[in-house]
C-alpha cells in the first residue's frame, strides 16, 4: 500500500527486553522523523534522518537506536525497554531538500502504541 | 530554544459553536507556524500552515493568522461539527531547519450534538 506505515500497531514487552518498532514509507521522502506522544507532552522528537545512513538525535533520545540502510525504512530500537517508555510512537516522513526559510509537510503514520510492563 | 504553548483542554462545545484554539509560541528567526489535527486512532494530518507574519492559513472552515507581534498563531472556526472531535496541536518550524518540528502539547475537542 502507498504511504507510511508502522509495525506492530500493538506491543506490550516487559522491562529489559529490546523492541524494534518498523517504519515504511513508500514516497521515497528523503526525511524521517520518530516522535513519542505523551499525555502533556504533545509529540516530542526521538530521532531524524535527512537521508539513508544520515541520522541525528532529536529531543528525546536516551535509550532509543536508529537505523536507516534504505531510504524506505527508519527502524526504532528500544534497546532495554523501561517503564518510561511506555508511550505511543509515530514515524513521518517529508520531501525534498531543506533550505533555510523553506517547510515541507510532515506525513504521519498511525502510530505504535507500546505498553512495557 | 523554541517552544509552543497552547491552551489547555479538553475544549468542548456544542455543534455550530464558535472555536478558538489559543496557540503562542517562542523562537529566534522567523519559524513557520502549523496546525495538526489528530482523529481518534490515527496519526496526524497537516490542517494548515503559514509561513510568514501576516500570513493567513486556512483549510476545512479552520483558520489561522500569524501575528509576530503578539507571538500567536490561534485556531478559530465559524461552526463546529461533530465530525471535528480530535486532538488539535500547533507547531513551529524548529530553527535548526531540516524540516524538524517542535508541537505543543495538543488540545483536545469534543463536540456534542
Known amino acids: 500500500d502507498a504511504g507510511i506505515t508502522q509495525s506492530p500497531r500493538y506491543k506490550i514487552t516487559e522491562t529489559g527486553r529490546q523492541v524494534t518498532l518498523m517504519c515504511h514509507q513508500t514516497w521515497s521522502h528523503s526525511y524521517m522523523f520518530w516522535y513519542r506522544q505523551d499525555l502533556g507532552h504533545g509529540l516530542r522528537l526521538i530521532y531524524y534522518s535527512a537521508a539513508a545512513d544520515i541520522t541525528d538525535k532529536g529531543e528525546v533520545p536516551d535509550g532509543y537506536v536508529v537505523s536507516r540502510s534504505k531510504t524506505e525504512n527508519f527502524p526504532l530500537t528500544l534497546e532495554s525497554a523501561t517503564r518510561s517508555q511506555t508511550s505511543v510512537y509515530f514515524c513521518?516522513?517529508?520531501?525534498?531538500?531543506?533550505?533555510?526559510?523553506?517547510?515541507?509537510?510532515?506525513?504521519f503514520g498511525p502510530g505504535t502504541r507500546l505498553t512495557v510492563l | 530554544g523554541d517552544s509552543v504553548t497552547q491552551m489547555e483542554g479538553p475544549v468542548t462545545l456544542s455543534e455550530e459553536a464558535f472555536l478558538t484554539i489559543n496557540c503562542t509560541y517562542t523562537?529566534?528567526?522567523?519559524?513557520?507556524l502549523f496546525w495538526y489535527v489528530q482523529y481518534p486512532g490515527e496519526g496526524l494530518q497537516l490542517l494548515l500552515k503559514?509561513?510568514?507574519?501576516?500570513d493567513k492559513g486556512s483549510n476545512k472552515g479552520f483558520e489561522a493568522t500569524y501575528r509576530k507581534e503578539t507571538t500567536s498563531f490561534h485556531l478559530e472556526k465559524g461552526s463546529v461539527q461533530v465530525s471535528d472531535s480530535a486532538v488539535y496541536f500547533c507547531a513551529l518550524s524548529d530553527s535548526g531547519g531540516y524540516n524538524k518540528l517542535i508541537f505543543g502539547a495538543g488540545t483536545r475537542l469534543a463536540v456534542h450534538p
Open positions: 513521518a516522513s517529508s520531501e525534498g531538500e531543506w533550505r533555510a526559510g523553506s517547510y515541507n509537510e510532515q506525513f
Open positions: 523562537a529566534t528567526g522567523y519559524p513557520s
Open positions: 503559514a509561513t510568514k507574519a501576516d
